[in-house]
């Protein structure tokens, strides 16, 4: 299910999000695909993403927060990944993809939900990462 909300930030300041972290540093260390510079961490300004009843375990959204559009994969109950949606190829929107990829629909670039990796050309780079985390009925992104 995709959609667009567009919130204002919040004031809460929210530690963390080891469990995505370490699964990206899983597959950074395992050499499958280069992965976005840096694990990112919650220390930008906090911003509510969607409602978490909006997105399911393994489901997959895309949201508009502060006049940008991200992309948020949730792989377990506890673990929300954000990117953003922007294509490292040429710009454009990156769609919500399939079962495990992000997918650009303008020359078919894929990047792995997981960790934002291309799995599919012609993108040169990973999608940029953002932190993430889900608080109560809320999912966060720091931005
Ligand atoms: Fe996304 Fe070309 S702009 S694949």
């Known amino acids: 299910m995709k959609q667009n909300i567009t919130l204002s930030p919040t004031r809460r300041v929210v530690l963390g999000t080891s469990l ?4 990206a540093a899983t597959l950074v260390a395992c050499g499958q695909g280069k992965s976005s510079d840096a694990i990112p961490s919650a220390t930008g300004t906090e911003y509510d993403a969607t409602d978490l009843s909006k997105l399911p375990v393994l489901g997959t959204t895309s949201v ?21 949606s922007v294509c490292t190829h040429q710009g454009c929107k990156v769609g919500t993809g399939d079962s495990k990829n992000f997918i650009c629909p303008c020359h078919g670039s894929e990047y792995s939900k997981l960790d934002g990796s291309v799995t599919q050309g012609p993108a040169p780079k990973p999608l940029t990462r953002y932190a993430a985390s889900i608080e109560g009925d809320k999912v966060k992104i720091y931005l």
């Open 64 to 84: 508009t927060v502060n006049g940008h559009n991200y992309l948020l994969y949730r792989p377990d109950e506890k673990t929300v990944l954000a990117y953003t």
């Open 20 to 23: 995505a972290a370490g699964a």
